[in-house]
């Protein structure tokens, strides 16, 4: 049976790929600017792991708070589909904006 590794993979940059892409961020932002793009980088990814915990910390507490207020009632609530829609309808323009006809005829040089 054949083994390949990972550099191997079709569409997975190799050895001299690699090294030809890392000139070229050299030559575009010089050596003394790429630990600030890297530290820059790294700020970035912080602040977007920072915020998708927050967002799936809120997430767990309406559950928890749905679940909760479910077992107090013993009933069980869903949202459809027409519910989900009936909210949306309130806000959609169905009458499309006026559209000013133009001359579309080619005139002749005769």
């Known amino acids: 049976m054949m083994g390949l590794s990972l550099l191997q993979i ?18 575009l932002f010089g050596a003394n600017k790429i630990p ?3 530290g820059a980088l ?5 602040e977007f792991d920072k915020g998708r915990q927050e967002i799936e910390e809120e997430l767990d507490e309406m559950q928890e708070s749905n679940v909760e207020g479910d077992s ?3 009933e069980t ?3 459809t589909e027409a519910d989900a829609t009936d ?4 806000t959609v323009d169905h009458n499309p904006p006026e559209v000013e006809e133009r001359n579309t005829e ?3 040089n005769q």
């Open 10 to 27: 079709p569409g997975i940059p190799g050895g001299p790929e690699v090294l030809i892409i890392l000139v070229i961020i050299v030559l």
């Open 36 to 38: 600030q793009l890297a």
């Open 42 to 46: 790294g700020q970035a990814r912080g």
């Open 72 to 74: 107090d009632t013993g």
């Open 77 to 79: 609530t869903t949202t």
């Open 87 to 90: 909210t949306q309808t309130d």
């Open 106 to 108: 080619v005139e002749s």
